[in-house]
Structures are given as C-alpha cells and as structure tokens.
C-alpha cells in the first residue's frame, strides 16, 4: 500500500479518534452519576443536568457548526472543537460543586457541535466514490462502538478511579487528535465563502433547544408545569412555532443556512429520517437494556457494560464490509436488510428477557443487533452524502447529524415513557397478587410501595420500591418481603420491556419499507470540495 493510498485512511482513524470522544461522552456519563450526587452533593435535578445540557447544546448547535465548517474550514472547526472540548473536560473533572460541573459540559457541547459535522465534509473530499461507502462504514461504526461503550468504560474509571475519571480520559484523546489532525487531516476548500444566516441561525438554535428540553425534562415534570406557570406542551410549543419560522425564513433567503433544496430530495430527505430513527431505536434499546441488566437482573455496571460487547464486535466487523458492498451495488438494499436485522435483534432482546437472563442469554440476539447496525451506518452516511451537491455538503453533514441527536433525545424520551407507563401497570397488578402471600397488616402498605415507586419512574433502582418497610414489620419476615419485592420489580420490568421494545422495532420496519423509495445516487463528476493548494499530496489521493 502506497503512501497516497495509506494517507487518507490515515485521516479517518484521526477523525473516528475524535468522534468516538464525543459520542462516547453521551452516554459514559450516566454511569458516573450516582457517585458525581454524593461526591458533590448535588440533588438529582443538578445531577440529571449534568448529562442533559451536554446533550442540549450538542443538539442545537450543530446546524450552525457545519455552516461555519463551509465558512472557515472543515479541519479547522474539528480542531477548535477538538480543543474547547479537551479545556471544558479539564473543566468537568476538577469541578467542585454541581453548577460548575454544568456550565463545564455546555461548553463541553459546544466544542462537540464544532467537531461532529465536520468529519463527513472531509472523508467526502478524500475519498473517492469507490471507496467513500467502506470509509463511512468506518467511521460511522463508531457512531454505535461509542454508544455502547461508554457505560463499560464509565464504570470501570468510576469503580477502580474516580468519577472524575470520565472527564480526565478525554484529555489523552483530544492532545492525540489535535496533533494527528495537522499531520494527517488535509484543509478543505468549498471554492466559495459563505454568508451566516444569523436570524436563521437564532430561530433554528431556540427551535431546537426548546424541541429537545422539552423532550429530556417531559417525564421528569410529568409532562405538566414546570415552573411559573411555564409547562412542557408550551415549551414543545414554542419550539415548533421556531422550527415553522426557521423553515419560512429560510425559504426567502438567498443563502439560507439549510439550504430546502436538500429536503425536496427525495433520497436525501428519506436518509435523514432514517437516521433519526436509527438513533431513536439505538438510545431506547440502550436504555431499555441498560435497566435491565442492572437494575432488574443486577448486573454491575462492568458486567452490564461487557454483556453488551457481541453487539460491538458483530457491529465494528460487517461495517467495513457493508461500506464495500454499498460502493458496488449501492446502499438501498443493504440498508433495508440491515434495518430488518436490527428490528428483529430488538424483537429477540424482548423474546428472550426472563428473570433468569445471564450475559449468554442475550448474545445471540445482540449478535443480530450488531449485524444490522453494521449494514446501517454506511450506507446511510454513504448515500446521504452522495445525495448532497458538493457545494452543499457541510449543509447535508448538519442535517444528518442533527436528525441523529434529535432520534437519540426522542428515543429515550419516548421509550423511557412508555416503559415508565407499563412498569407501573405491571407492578401493581403483580403486588396485588403477591401480597396475597403475606400477613394482612403488611399487604396494604406492600402495594402503596410500588405506587410510590411508580411516581419515581425510571430513578428508580434495583429493589427501592420495598426500601421502607411497613413499621413493625416482624425481623423474620423482612428478608422474605424484599427478596418479594425484587421479584416483583424483576418480574413486572420484563413485562414492561415487551411493551416498549416494540415501539423502536416498528419503527426499524417502517424505515425498511421505506427504503424502497430510495434512489441510488450517481457521484459529483466535478466536486466542489478539495484538499487545500497548500498540501499538493493529498490533492491527488484518489
């Protein structure tokens, strides 16, 4: 293999390097949260925030950052997002108390906006159409290494370290990044300068920001009021109302900041609702699993963490593969079957979930998971980018990535609701029957247990709904009552999970039926986007 040829694969590892830190933050944090409560002494509204506003800016943030990626270049925006999210991680770990933890991840979401659209734009200029499908099988297989990662690699740093640990590992990364960046990554030119929408770029920030809080906070405030008389339905509202107005400024500017033309393409406009829906089915199994695993089967984090590697390792080997086969035959059919693969390893999750579930249980169907997530992320990435003119790719990079965060909020809201729902259901009426079973002064204040823990929703842990035991409850009997209590929990959570499964396995099928509709793009034949005069050799790779 030649030194052109090695170079931009060279590039890739450095932009997977970066975008793994980023994607991983969003979920090795929820980990650490338990242990970030008592060692700051914050109450659980602060602490729920210190996950959600990484995820909030993230999310509105990244239409304007792939805009500003066209204005300033790509490599550029990756390597100051690279950089503000390494200070802000210093900034997370030696935080002394709970505000400072948040304002440090905001920032830590405005660097991971600068850098997430801006590896698509590049892997399109280095890459040729031949080998554009197997680089973003890559790469995007990142996308879901990251998600299922983190909770692994949280608990290991929060159990043998510290919490702070899940901040501080970000530093190694990002120096490793920023220094290959220069070496490796070329500057990319869009050949024009593009103006920045600020009106468009108010509306599409706020429409999004309030779209997103409104769905992260809905459950915690059960979709009611949330302070001086402001509620969730008004936030959602108003969000919408923004989006409306964005989408109408845009049509009147001419140089909007998402260009519409890319949604009346039909192929492009189909691909980034699959990646909503991808990320909508990946976070509800993530949290659906996650629960599970420890909180009704009582798994450690590490074991929760490491029962979920088949998944990874079936994923990470097809996705180079799938990325192949969609250079030859194009994504339509690969990206069906791997939605196909994907609904029926969540439809096998729910099938073989018991009570008595151990790691080995679940592989054969987390194998099938992660072979339908392998034949995904390529074509989807692949097929989205080819859809795009060149001229409009850092555009094309936004919406695509801002569709994969909005799926990941909707689905751990939506989902998490749904089970939250059916878990309630399913613990009264299993108390009901087993309280049958014990001494009737101890049976009314059993059931009232697991209506009280139902009010806490999904904050609730491995065997709290029988944490307060009923006074003058006989010693004899308490063992007996909270091995009932797990039971029940345990019992009543698998029941649930059928319920809420369901929802992102449809969801997967819908999207396979729609890939129908796809039409397979024919490459740019004069592309619009190039390594920069100043580095000739990686001018001419392809």
């Known amino acids: 293999m030649t030194t052109e040829t090695r170079r931009p694969w060279l590039a890739l590892m450095v932009l997977c390097l970066g975008t793994f830190a980023i994607l991983m933050d969003s979920t090795i944090v929820n980990v650490a949260l338990p242990s970030v409560i008592s060692g700051l002494h914050a109450p659980l509204d602060q602490a729920l925030w210190v996950v959600n506003s990484y995820l909030l800016v993230f999310a509105a943030l990244l239409i304007l950052a792939s805009r500003l990626g066209d204005r300033f270049g790509p490599r550029r925006m990756f390597v100051a997002g690279l950089v503000v999210f390494a200070v802000a991680s210093a900034l997370c770990g030696a935080a002394q108390t709970a505000g400072e933890l948040i304002a440090a991840r905001v920032v830590q979401g405005v660097g991971a906006a600068a850098m997430a659209p801006q590896a698509m734009v590049i892997i399109r200029a280095i890459f040729d159409h031949k080998r554009m499908g197997a680089a973003f099988g890559v790469f995007s297989s990142m996308i879901g290494v990251a998600a299922v990662s983190g909770p692994v690699i949280g608990g290991l740093l929060t159990t043998y370290l510290s919490w702070r640990w899940v901040f501080y590992v970000n530093l190694p990364i990002a120096a490793v990044g920023i220094a290959l960046s220069y070496v490796f990554v070329p500057e990319i030119r869009t050949g024009r300068k593009h103006s920045l929408d600020l009106p468009g770029v108010l509306l599409a920030a706020g429409g999004l920001a309030a779209l997103c809080y409104g769905v992260i906070e809905g459950q915690r405030y059960d979709w009611g009021t949330v302070r ?315």
């Open 228 to 542: 001086d008389g402001i509620t969730i339905p008004e936030i959602l509202g108003l969000g919408t109302l923004l989006l409306i107005a964005f989408v109408w400024w845009e049509r009147r500017q001419p140089e909007p900041l998402v260009p519409l033309a890319l949604l009346r393409n039909r192929t492009f406009a189909i691909i980034a609702a699959l990646s909503l829906a991808v990320q909508f089915a990946l976070q509800s199994m993530l949290l659906i699993n996650s629960i599970n695993l420890q909180s009704a089967l009582g798994f450690t984090a590490v074991h929760a963490g490491l029962t979920g590697l088949p998944l990874t390792v079936a994923m990470t080997g097809l996705a180079p593969f799938a990325g192949r086969i969609t250079d030859r035959i194009g994504g339509k059919y690969v990206l069906g079957a791997g939605l196909v693969l994907y609904a029926a390893g969540i439809f096998g999750l729910a099938a073989v979930a018991s009570v008595h579930a151990t790691s080995l249980t679940f592989a054969p169907v987390l194998v099938v998971a992660g072979l339908g997530m392998g034949a995904i992320f390529a074509p989807l990435a692949t097929m989205a980018m080819q859809a795009a003119p060149p001229e409009l790719a850092g555009a094309a990079s936004g919406v695509v990535n801002t569709s994969r965060q909005l799926g990941g909020t909707f689905g751990g809201a939506v989902t998490g609701a749904v089970l939250a729902s059916s878990l309630a259901s399913a613990m009264h009426a299993r108390a009901v029957t087993a309280a049958a079973q014990l001494p009737a002064a101890v049976r009314g204040p059993f059931v009232a247990g697991f209506a009280q823990a139902a009010k806490a929703g999904l904050q609730v842990g491995r065997g709290e709904a029988g944490a307060k035991l009923p006074p003058g409850t006989p010693s004899a009997l308490v063992p007996h009552l909270r091995a009932l209590v797990q039971d029940v929990f345990a019992r009543s959570y698998i029941d649930a999970m059928h319920t809420a499964l369901a929802i992102p396995a449809a969801v997967l099928l819908a999207g396979a039926l729609a890939c129908l509709l796809l039409r397979r793009a024919q490459p740019a034949t004069s592309p619009a986007l190039t390594p920069a005069p100043r580095e000739p050799e990686t001018a001419a790779l392809d």
